[in-house]
């Protein structure tokens, strides 16, 4: 069993930035591929980032390159999305989600953080 944590949402105003941490139970942390979601009021979950085990590779969304950035460090469990240039349209609960394996699905979610940018 996994428990991911988040933390660092909050309200912030246009061009403003965050950043959210996400800390994972368990021993093999480096071995898991992460990723982020995000869901606005009365839509559906949407995927924003992942990160592989080794850090070594990214990929984003369109709606959030060059803004926000995946990182993790992996002595500490905790994966990152540095948020920067927020927009009214990034308000939303943010959710990591954890790949325990190679191939496949999300095994494990967090309970997620709110993030609300006010114009």
């Known amino acids: 069993q996994v428990t991911l944590v988040e933390s660092g949402g909050g309200l912030v105003q246009a061009g403003g930035s965050l950043r959210l941490s996400c800390i994972a139970s368990?021993?093999?942390?480096?071995?898991?591929?992460m990723d982020w979601f995000r869901q606005a009021p009365g839509k559906e979950r949407e995927f924003v980032a992942r990160i592989s085990a080794s850090g070594s590779t990214t990929t984003y969304t369109n709606f959030v390159k060059g803004r926000f950035t995946i990182s993790r460090d992996n002595a500490k469990n905790t994966v990152y999305l540095q948020m920067n240039s927020l927009k009214p349209e990034d308000t939303a609960v943010y959710y990591c989600?954890?790949?325990?394996?190679?191939?496949?699905?999300?095994?494990?979610w967090g309970q997620g953080t709110q993030v609300t940018v006010s114009s």
């Open positions: 368990g021993p093999t942390f480096s071995s898991y591929r």
């Open positions: 989600a954890a790949r325990t394996r190679p191939v496949g699905p999300i095994d494990y």
